[in-house]
């Protein structure tokens, strides 16, 4: 062990339940000897990780300046075989986990370390990006390029925290699985083949950790999950001088009377969101829902007898996504006389619901924040973050998100981390990992 000494544990136990799963998770709090103090071995730890911090630019640079979005798998594969022998040469073994043809998608870097001792941690990354651009850019403080904060940013982060420890032995007899996806931004259908290796990863871990972008001194304990609806409205057709009248309301006065209640009888709850975003309708309508897009054709003289409506439902649990069908589906169901209504869902990305579990990981992230002088961390609203990898695992595991690199433009061409923020988290992480696994 390198000259450690083993630090005191602390249990807190958390029972919660999926179905018919019942997971129990441990989550393991291990405390320097006073607040804003470090142990000795805790010091070796931040003197490594500020080694390593100064190999991690170079690093991002390297893979930011390979074009990776989702459908570029030849990209994605790259970034892969770039990230791939970093693990090994700390000792983890690695694999990529390929996907089938059919489902174009790129696949996933694994890579594992197994032992003995302290919480099982999975790491979780991913290797795609929503845009490709404009190669890698220093412009002060600020690291630009498609995927500096979402998230080849934070998949460094992770790479120089296992460094350092690997540096000081901490790494030796641990159980650390890291999972890179590469269709995080873009999830490969079906979901239960293109997350099936990170199932796996979670059933064999305690604890799971994601490094999307952190949102200034905060880090995630709940994130909402999304699903996709559609809704087909059907009206009557006639002369246009008719409308609400004999032929009724037509199929676009009903459509927008029903998105109108969604908005009135849905809009003002508490972490829900619910955005209609593609409207098509007229006399006849056609709609590619696969590309999320169609054409309609109409004429001022004519009631549309056709309207289809898309959009995408946001939740913080499955109570609240169940609650949510089930109003919409009454709604729709309150159609108007000579109109037809039908709405279905479609599950995307299930809810990271608030645990104790999860903000028992908050705690022990905010006291390595604070030992090593850099403030306090505190949990960010569940509204101001989207959909992540992380909330297919979130039933099995005690979970903490954002903890990778701070910055702001994601999914833009302007793009940018905050070069300083790189070096905090790796520091800050290090110490995390650290401590859950003594």
Wanted: aromatic content about 6%.
């Amino acid at each position: 062990m390198s000259g450690f000494r083993r630090c005191r544990l602390s249990p807190r136990f958390v029972v919660f339940r999926k179905k018919a799963l019942v997971a129990l998770v441990v989550v393991l709090g291990c405390r320097s000897a006073s607040a804003g103090d470090l142990t000795p071995e805790e010091q070796r730890i931040v003197t490594a990780a500020d080694a390593a911090a100064t190999a991690a630019l170079p690093l991002l640079e390297r893979a930011v300046n390979i074009q990776s979005a989702t459908m570029n798998l030849a990209g994605v594969r790259a970034v892969g075989a770039l990230f791939r022998p970093q693990f090994e040469r700390i000792g983890f073994t690695t694999r990529w986990a390929e996907m089938p043809a059919e489902m174009h998608r790129a696949g996933h870097l694994i890579a594992e370390r197994t032992g003995t001792k302290g919480k099982r941690i999975l790491l979780i990354g991913h290797l795609d990006t929503v845009l490709e651009g404009k190669p890698f850019r220093r412009n002060g403080s600020r690291a630009e390029g498609p995927g500096t904060v979402d998230m080849k940013g934070g998949d460094v982060i992770v790479l120089a925290a296992l460094q350092a420890l690997h540096d000081c032995g901490a790494l030796d007899d641990r159980r650390i699985i890291v999972v890179f996806t590469g269709d995080e931004e873009q999830a490969g259908l079906p979901i239960e083949r293109s997350r099936a290796d990170l199932l796996d990863a979670a059933r064999r871990s305690d604890i799971a950790l994601a490094f999307e972008a952190a949102v200034d001194d905060t880090a995630t304990v709940a994130r909402r999950g999304v699903g996709s609806w559609w809704l087909t409205v059907g009206g009557a057709g006639g002369h246009s001088s008719g409308i609400l009248q004999e032929p009724g309301a037509g199929a676009i006065y009903e459509a927008a009377r029903i998105l109108d209640a969604f908005r009135r009888e849905l809009g003002g709850e508490k972490d829900l969101s619910l955005n209609p975003s593609l409207v098509l309708g007229g006399t006849e309508v056609e709609h590619d829902a696969e590309r999320s897009r169609g054409s309609a054709e109409g004429k001022t003289n004519v009631i549309a007898g056709r309207t289809i409506v898309e959009g995408d439902l946001r939740f913080l649990s499955d109570d609240q996504k169940t609650r949510a069908h089930a109003k919409m589906s009454e709604i729709v169901a309150r159609h108007l006389p000579r109109t037809s209504a039908e709405v279905v869902f479609a599950d995307e990305y299930p809810a990271m619901a608030p645990k104790p579990a999860n903000y028992e990981l908050l705690d022990a992230f905010d006291r390595a924040s604070r030992d090593l002088g850099m403030g306090p961390v505190r949990a960010l609203e569940p509204t101001k973050r989207g959909a992540g990898d992380i909330s297919f695992v979130a039933s099995f595991v005690a979970c903490l998100d954002g903890i990778g690199a701070s910055g702001e433009h994601s999914h833009r061409a302007d793009e940018y981390a905050d070069v300083d923020s790189i070096s905090t988290q790796i520091k800050r992480v290090a110490l995390l990992l650290y401590r859950l696994t003594r």
